[in-house]
């Protein structure tokens, strides 16, 4: 096998700069060196620089960019609309006299296999039906539902204007002993909260049988639209006047119409 020597010399003096022995195995480990040498650059300048956008199959960054809000966005939305479904489900729940819920995941039983059940009559459910039907024939039944709920008072004070519902005054203003938070009278579900030049932050909750309760004159609201409140749960802050006094503002509404609080809370 040949060696063979690789000498840099300065043209004009002939003095030898430098000189490299070479053989086929020297050229053959120094070139796959820059080979890689180069391959690894060039993946890196792919990977990590606009380039990429220039050669087929990559796709544009900004296109990830908006794949990924796009998605946010669904989230948001599936969201929203799972509590709009919660929130319609509690108002026609409320509106029935049944509980209000906080999600309508558990409604569904996972554990069964739904796709499975038959919808079959059996000769012993035939024959239920039939005594049944014969007891109930010439049985009268008197429904009755009952509108009475137990009402918690949403602060603890002194009444200082009470209800006149024929003359238009359909609410009782409060004056609250201490700092404590306004309370839901009852369990519901936050039907609308917002603020008025008139009345502040107030808020409107729904409960069963058809009872709706109002509160108002509030610095700061706790919980916002759709919220499933319990009775007895903190719900607002009473905003203090320039005495320093709480005054809050309630009025209770039954079967879409006003009626006095005092009826029905023990303040």
Not at 67 to 81: G, H, P, V
Not at 144 to 157: T, Y
Request: proline share 5%; glycine share 6%.
């Amino acid at each position: 096998m040949y060696k063979y020597r690789f000498k840099i010399v300065n043209e004009s003096t002939f003095e030898e700069l430098a000189s490299f022995r070479l053989s086929r195995m020297n050229v053959f480990v120094a070139g796959g060196i820059v080979a890689l040498l180069l391959i690894f650059i060039t993946i890196m300048v792919i990977a990590y620089t606009p380039l990429r956008e220039y050669i087929p199959g990559y796709a544009d960054v900004s296109i990830r960019k908006q794949a990924l809000e796009l998605s946010k966005r669904t989230d948001s939305l599936e969201t929203a609309m799972q509590e709009k479904d919660v929130f319609l489900y509690n108002i026609k729940a409320i509106i029935d006299g049944r509980p209000p819920v906080r999600s309508l995941q558990a409604m569904k039983d996972s554990t069964r296999n739904y796709q499975q059940i038959q919808d079959a009559k059996s000769p012993e459910d035939s024959t239920l039906r039939r005594e049944l039907y014969e007891e109930r024939k010439f049985k009268v039944e008197k429904s009755e539902k009952k509108d009475k709920l137990f009402f918690f008072s949403p602060v603890r004070g002194t009444i200082l204007d009470k209800a006149n519902i024929p003359l238009g005054k359909y609410g009782i203003r409060i004056r609250q002993n201490g700092e404590d938070p306004v309370k839901s009278v009852s369990d519901g579900v936050v039907l609308y909260e917002g603020w008025s030049p008139y009345s502040d932050y107030f808020m409107i909750i729904i409960h069963p049988n058809r009872f709706i309760s109002i509160y108002r004159n509030n610095a700061a609201l706790l919980h916002k639209a759709g919220d499933v409140v319990r009775a007895g749960e903190a719900i607002a802050q009473c905003k203090p006047d320039q005495k320093g006094e709480r005054i809050l503002y309630f009025e209770l509404w039954h079967n879409n119409g006003p009626t006095d609080p005092e009826n029905h809370i023990s303040f």
